[in-house]
T-cell receptor, first 115, second 112 residues
Framework: EPEVTQTPSHQVTQMGQEVILRCVPI?????FYWYRQILGQKVEFLVSFYNNEISEKSEIFDDQFSVERPDGSNFTLKIRSTKLEDSAMYFC?????????????FGDGTRLSIL | DAKTTQPNSMESNEEEPVHLPCNHS???????IHWYRQLPSQGPEYVIH???SNVNNRMASLAIAEDRKSSTLILHRATLRDAAVYYC?????????????FGKGTKLSVKP
């Protein structure tokens, strides 16, 4: 069964540095999402992306965050200047269409640790 | 999105059925009831969804109350691999881009 893959599985970065988290969604999927989960807390929606532009974003997704689909396969989340509170698991998800019978497929996440 | 309420935790014995409840008293007529689960150290995983009628798939069954104010996810024979956090989420495709709003979910423990 096709999978969403995320790299790296664990990223350690100094505070203030830029970080790029990478995701390869399922190949024929059209909608892409990023979520994050701070340790011990709920999974939180960050942003959705369709047709090469942001569809919706949460309050968390401020100017420090950006997303890009640089080619036909990768979907990236960039954090420009990381803060300690950005430490979390980041999950990428994709969906074929927004139809009611299309579940979101999640990757296993990237653990981001900010030092 | 309408709010859901789930118990914080539940326990089950292996190979016994598990009924995971969810209350959603403010559900609207166009809200779909979705269930996802998150196994330890993994991303969320889709389980099942429905609108009004009960639904079955290879993973679970979903029983929806007649007034749609509550639903129950049924695992027919729990295995150790079913130990996870289960999330009940309402999704209205007309009002959002399909992004999921997760609550705290129910942490299911399965005893051998």
């Amino acid at each position: 069964e096709p999978e969403v893959t995320q790299t790296p599985s664990h990223q350690v970065t100094q505070m203030g540095q830029e970080v790029i988290l990478r995701c390869v969604p399922i190949s024929n999927h059209l909608y892409f999402y990023w979520y994050r989960q701070i340790l011990g807390q709920k999974v939180e929606f960050l942003v959705s992306f369709y047709n090469n532009e942001i569809s919706e974003k949460s309050e968390i997704f401020d100017d420090q965050f950006s997303v890009e689909r640089p080619d036909g396969s990768n979907f990236t989340l960039k954090i420009r200047s990381t803060k300690l509170e950005d430490s979390a698991m980041y999950f990428c998800a994709s969906i074929l269409t927004r139809g009611i019978n299309q579940p979101q497929h999640f990757g296993d996440g990237t653990r981001l640790s900010i030092l | 999105d309408a709010k859901t309420t789930q118990p914080n935790s539940m326990e089950s014995n292996e190979e016994e059925p598990v009924h995971l409840p969810c209350n959603h008293s403010t559900i609207s007529g166009t809200d779909y009831i979705h269930w996802y689960r998150q196994l330890p150290s993994q991303g969320p995983e889709y389980v099942i969804h429905g609108l009004t009628s009960n639904v079955n798939n290879r993973m679970a069954s979903l029983a929806i109350a007649e007034d749609r104010k509550s639903s129950t996810l049924i695992l027919h024979r729990a295995t150790l691999r079913d130990a996870a956090v289960y999330y009940c989420i309402l999704l209205n495709y007309g009002g959002s881009q399909g992004n999921l709003i997760f609550g705290k979910g129910t942490k299911l423990s399965v005893k051998p």
